[in-house]
Each structure stands twice: as C-alpha cells, then as structure tokens.
C-alpha cells in the first residue's frame, strides 16, 4: 500500500550511461514531480506534469527527459550521465496543482551514484 | 534560485527539550510547509501554514509565520530520540504552482 514508490532505490553506473527511474503513486493525484537532492540536501525540483502534461522544467540539461505515460506514473531518463548527476532523485506528487494548498507526499528517492 | 534560508544549520539537544528551528524567506508567499526527512528516507509532510495564519498546532509542533518579516519557525515540544530527522521549510509560491525547499536544519535529540 505503498503511496508514491520509486524503482530502483540504489544505482550505480558509468559516465557515458543512459539509465531510467521510475516512479509510480496509488493516490489518486494528478501532479507529480521530480526533485534532486544534493549531497549537501539541498532539494531543488526539476520537473512537474499535471494530468500527463509538463508543466514545470526548470533549468535542468537536455540529458535529462520526464515521461509521463499516465498520470500515476513518471519516469526520468538520463542520458550520458556525469559525475555531477550524482544525487538522491526524489519523485512526489500532489491531488493537484490548481489549488493553493499543496502538501507533497514524497517518494523513497533513487540514490545515483555516477563513477 | 533558493528561497528559504534555515538557522540554526545543526541543532543538538537533549530528550525532553524543546526544539526551535527558523526559516526566512524571500518573495511573498501563499502558504509554507514544513517538512521532515529521516536518514536514507523521503520527505515526510508535516505542516502546513497559510500566508493569512500567524500560528498552526499540530500534536507537539507549533509552526508561526510572519509574513512581515518574511520569516517561519517550527517549535518542537518535548523531543524525542525519535524527532532526530533533517527538517525543511518549503514556500509555495501560486505563479510558480512549485514548492521551494530551504537548506534545512539537522535536528539530533540525544538520550
């Protein structure tokens, strides 16, 4: 019963990879998001989709593209990865961003460590 | 850019104590959040205050908010081992639609 789930929870790679995580929520909400958290925690957002449509992308490289197939699911691809993608990548989502009352309820984070 | 600045960055008290964590913030605001983040784990909400509230209780946590001063504090009230956790203030802001987090403060509760 696990609301907002992320898959995988831990991934290593090479510079020069493409890989994918993915996330899915059973809430019912329309509005889901991606965040990367430093290793500082300093936790910035990324994206957002509300219905399947992108509605946030913040100043984020083109390596980096959201999919949502539904809007219970959004994925994010990385392509030639860097060192410096090296973070905790945190999905969350929201019942809905036309409201002004916005409580996120937040994944378990995907911790990607690029050597 | 970053909107909410945290203090203190660390904070270490004994169980029992009160906990008083600040955050400030840049632009107006419609509402602000407060968040928790155990080790290893996700965001966990806690609570919410809106840009016309002054003060919100919620079970042992007191949030105030002072929009004049652009500022927020979280008052945890007879901490426990178990508030040991990361703690974040997020602004929302309506013509952004997003959340934006501060640095947070690492709360450790010691026995």
Known sequence: ?115 | SQQGEEDPQALSIQEGENATMNCSYKTSINNLQWYRQNSGRGLVHLILIRSNEREKHSGRLRVTLDTSKKSSSLLITASRAADTASYFCATFTGGGNKLTFGTGTQLKVEL
């Open chain 1, 1 to 115: 019963d696990t609301a907002v789930s992320q898959t995988p929870k831990y991934l290593v790679t090479q510079m020069g990879n493409d890989k994918s995580i993915k996330c899915e929520q059973n809430l019912g909400h329309d509005t889901m998001y991606w965040y990367k958290q430093d290793s500082k925690k300093f936790l910035k957002i990324m994206f957002s989709y509300n219905n399947k449509e992108l509605i946030i992308n913040e100043t984020v490289p083109n390596r980096f593209s959201p999919k949502s197939p539904d809007k219970a699911h959004l994925n994010l691809h990385i392509n030639s990865l860097e060192l410096g993608d090296s973070a905790v990548y945190f999905c969350a989502s929201s019942q809905s961003v036309r409201t002004s009352q916005e409580t996120q309820y937040f994944g378990p984070g995907t911790r990607l460590l690029v050597l």
